[in-house]
């Protein structure tokens, strides 16, 4: 395998854990979670409550 070809693909899969540390810092600032399991969690629940409070205010 070529050298350059090695570098340039070790670059790009920094450049992308970079973007995923990014990411991750970003939901943690912000949600207060960051893991996936943590958001979709978050989100399933609000749905649940959103839920709950539509059904309250057609009763």
């Not at 790009?12 to 949600?31: M, T, V, W």
């Amino acid at each position: 395998m070529d050298a350059e070809l090695v570098t340039t693909a070790i670059q790009g899969f920094d450049e992308q854990l970079s973007a995923l540390y990014a990411e991750k810092e970003l939901l943690e600032k912000e949600l207060g979670i960051s893991s996936a399991e943590d958001v979709i969690t978050m989100i399933r629940s609000l749905e649940e409550q959103l839920n709950a409070l539509y059904a309250e205010v057609q009763a």
